[in-house]
């Protein structure tokens, strides 16, 4: 048992000021001196203290001088480590509160950080905010310099179109005024005058009339009727483009009822009455309403509204049908409304048996024309066969077909027949109206012949003219004769020829009857 | 098509007769009248002047022949050429002179536009109208010939006087809000007039023929305004070209605009329906002299006009539309050698059509939609539908073409060019060849 094991856990509560973890006691015993003492050298050396013991100093004893010097050594060495702890205490309570103090700043430093950060963002913004301004302001001030170049060229414009004008009413004015002086210093004035040879006809024949009151209102009346004319040939129109636009809508409406109808019969199930016996209604009352005055605003509204509802219902219909359809493409089997498919079904099934119907035609059709063919080959059979047997039903057959092909020539016939008379019909129908456009070219250049021999010169030639002639001319002028002024002697013997000719012209032209030219 | 041989003719006076039959001509102080088809001189007259307007009356037995320096108007009969009328306004000088409808009235204008006289073939007696007003088109007289429409100025305020030709009876005066009404026009039918203002401001005035104002239409303030006006044949529409290169269709129910037509330097075939309503888009072509046909999109050559001066070479000048109102061709002035034609049933771009100069004149034929158009070349173009052609006019010395007009039956132009004229008959007995598709 060494003695190092005993001190190495209790305590020395009763030491003053240190504590020391070992009981000093149990350390150096009457036996373990030696041991002890070597120990106390070992560990004095270890610390670099001079030993307590060396081996001339006898083998049982120690000295003590060196004892006390190496306690002294001690004593002091361990109030260099006091020393050093209380300073180091020290230390660490000054490095504590300067910890405590930088985090305080530290956190004073970080607040102060995070609200200068906001404040940035804010100047940011506020900076950002009045460029924009500032943009918004530069192009507003273009824009006004635009403005401001554009008035002053418009100003530029009219400047010179006045100046224009006013240049040339000074000329004017010039030229006024030279005129004004000429005249003062002319004596002699020309007057206005005119002179004629013989004053002529007026266009229309009709003698000049005094202006009385009742010309005026006849005028004013004339004004009036023309006005009233042009209104009502534009009422007329107006009236007219209304009611087939109204006609146009009230199909509209009833092929818009029609398809909504019928694509949503289940659907209309749940308002079983409401929308279509509404539409009827309106159509009946609408239709009726027509007959009376068509202008009335409540009708045209009811009209337009109804239009509008159902076209949007069509448009929500074919929007849903559009969505659906969408849908079977992209080959989803749910489908949110069961009624499509069920038409849609309905439409397949119907179709379906159709076509098995007319498949079953064809084929019925095939055997008939099969067992045509085959006839003539059982024919010989059935006339083989003795009569009662149920073949014989087939026997009839070529006689069928015999008939058959003699009435199919018989329409053929018919039908060139037909086509022949039909195209002697056409040219003759073309004949006809080549005659009657010549006709009609003979008659107008009669006409014209007339007209244009019509002169409003009075004509001195009457006695030379033909009876028909004379009585187109005075239909034309009837108070030439009395009104005008003294025939001309002069009057050329050309022009005189020229009447004759005329009047005799249209009536040696004109043969004698227009059918019989062209026969 | 065949051309006739190239005869002369001073200020380009050259008109045929309202029936069809006559062609008369000025040259210098002669009056020739021959005839239509066979050309020849059927009458000759000599004036004491040089002619400076000619006008047919409109039952084409009388010619009108003025002579502005001298002040003096002479008619002639073309049933009795020794019939002879001279009218000398003496002292109050003469600026324009005119037919009424009824060929039995002359118009006379003095100088200053102080008054007009109405003088009379008829009768002696001679109206006088105060205060006309001196404008781009002041008189109009409706298609019937019933009604004048004459523009006044008094005390700085513009007034319209509506007269009745058959006794130059004063039927409706009234004043107009224009600052400075610069012409006014009938419709076809008769019962509406259009009365517009200058281009300092864009106004157009619609007047019921007994005086009520119906309507009145500004498609914007300040720029400059309207630079010409067209009615539809129908009166359905009417067009307005104005100074910002857009044409503005009213309709004649509302009076409001139905759509406008943009003269854009570029064409995008997506734009191919330019006009606000148009639904479907027609087929585009661009023919350029050569007849080819270009693939989209089109660049139009552009003449920058000089915006310092007054009148600028900018805006649509010219308006027409077909004889059956289906198509309207217009110019835009800053585009000048390009014609873009309209189809108005579907109111979108039908076709445009490209020359190498700028085009002079262009008209339509009276009978059916086809559109002649000259451009100061020895060419003539015409356009319909079905296609397009251009021809070169037969001539020794180089005759350009500045002007042209259509006779009335549609089956020949009259070709005028600086001193000549032409005339151009168009095939219309041979069936077989390819000129047919002109003949529908």
Redesign the interface.
Known sequence: MSPLGHFSQSEAPSLSGHRSPFVLTSFCTEDNVLECRSYINQEVSSLGLRAVWTPTDGPAELNVVAVLNSLYELIQLHRQGLRALDDMEVERQRSASNTELLQLSNTRLKGQLELSKRENTSLLEKERQLQLKVKNLQSCLKNEKEEVQRLQNIIASRASQYNHDMKRKEREFGKLKERLNQLLVDKKEKKQAMEVLNYVERADGKRSMWKTGRTEARHEGEVYRTLLSDYDARQRELVLENSEQRKVLQQMKRDMVSLLRGSKPARREETPGDPQTQVRGEGDSEDSEEVFESSCVDAREKLTNSIRLKWRKLKSHMERLDSQASLVQAGEGAEPDAVPLETHGQEMERLKLEIQQCKDFIHSQQQLLQQRLTSPCEEEEAAAIPPGSPMQGEGGRPGERGRLGEDWRALEEQRTHFEKERKTFTEAAIRLSHERMMFEEDRATWLKHQFLHWTPFTDQNQPEMTEGEQEAASVFSPECLPGSPSPETSSSPRCQALQTQSTADPYRSLPPSPESRYR | MNFSEIFKQSNQLCRISPDGRYLATCVQYRLVVRDVNSLQILHLYTCLDQIVHMEWS??S?FILCAMYKRGLVQ?W?L??P????????????LVSSRWSP???HILNTT??HLRV?V?S??????SYIKYPKACQKGIDFSRDG?YMALAERRDCKDYVSVF?C??W?L?RHFETETQDLAGLEWSP???VLAVWDS??EYKVLLY???GRLLSSFSAYE???GIKSLAWSPSSQFLAIGSFDEKVRILNH?TWKKITEFEHPATIYPALAGLGLMCVSTGPLTLYQTHNEISQPPFQIPVVKPD??????KVGVSSLAFSADGRYLATKNDNMASVVWVWNMQKMSLEAVLEQTAAVRCFQWDPRRPRLALCTGTPRLYLWSPAGSVSVQVPSEGGFQVHALSWHSNGDSLVLIGKEHLCLCYMDTEDKSTDSNIWTK
Do not use: M, Y
Request: proline share 2%.
């Open positions: 409109s039952d037995l008619v009969s049933e009795q020794d019939w002879h009328c001279k009218i000398d306004e003496g002292s109050i000088g009824d060929g039995r100088e200053f006289t003088w073939l008829c009768t002696k007696a001679v019933s009745v058959e006794d009876h039927l039918n008769g019962c281009c300092l019921s023929l007994d300040w720029s400059l129910i915006l310092d001066r007054a009148n600028p």
